[in-house]
């Protein structure tokens, strides 16, 4: 954890800042999440023909705390765009590749990490897995946050819960 809460600090307040900042939010949490499984309601009730693709407001959850919210968007053609909520002035949007497997959707971002001078830190991988709710407005699922040094070795590791509401503009 204190490696952790290291490189949250050391990042710089961008797309990596903000994974970093998810890793130390989990850091923080108490408690380890219950990760959701394959035969829980939400893979259970989705609509047949529902898709992932649009505009949603989500949450990441460790525990029982928020560690970050965020705004994403799934374009049709694989793509994913992630606005996190932090500040903007020194690049807050991420993005990534997605596939649909099945009853799930499967999402990888690769970014690069900095810190306040410029040094290359490493990188970041999210990946989520998520399955539709009811009629396609909501999605459940989980996450992994990996940390990896600038030679490529793994650092840590965080799991946890993330859930989605679709945004829609009626």
């Known amino acids: 954890m204190a490696l952790i809460v290291g490189l949250s600090v050391n990042a710089s307040a ?18 380890q999440s219950r990760l959701m499984q394959p035969d829980s309601e939400s893979f259970k009730d989705n609509d047949e023909h529902a898709s992932i693709v649009g ?3 989500v ?14 968007i799934w374009n049709a053609g694989g793509t994913e765009v992630h606005n996190p909520n932090v500040d903007p002035r020194s690049g807050n949007v991420c993005l990534g590749a997605w596939k649909h497997t099945g009853r799930t959707y499967k999402l990888a971002h690769r970014v ?6 410029g040094n290359f830190m ?17 999605h459940s699922g989980t996450f992994t946050l ?3 040094d600038p030679s490529g070795n793994f650092q840590a590791q965080v799991t946890g819960r993330v859930t989605g509401e ?3 503009a009626e």
């Open 14 to 31: 961008s797309c990596s800042d903000s994974l970093f900042g998810m890793a130390a939010g989990a850091a923080s949490a108490q408690s």
């Open 55 to 57: 505009f949603w407001y």
């Open 59 to 72: 949450r990441f959850i460790v525990g029982d705390q928020t560690i970050q919210e965020a705004y994403q």
């Open 112 to 117: 690069w990490s900095y810190d306040i001078n």
């Open 122 to 138: 490493g990188t970041v991988h999210l990946s989520e897995t998520l399955a539709l709710g009811k009629h396609g407005n909501t």
């Open 146 to 148: 990996d940390i990896y």
């Open 166 to 168: 679709r945004i829609s």
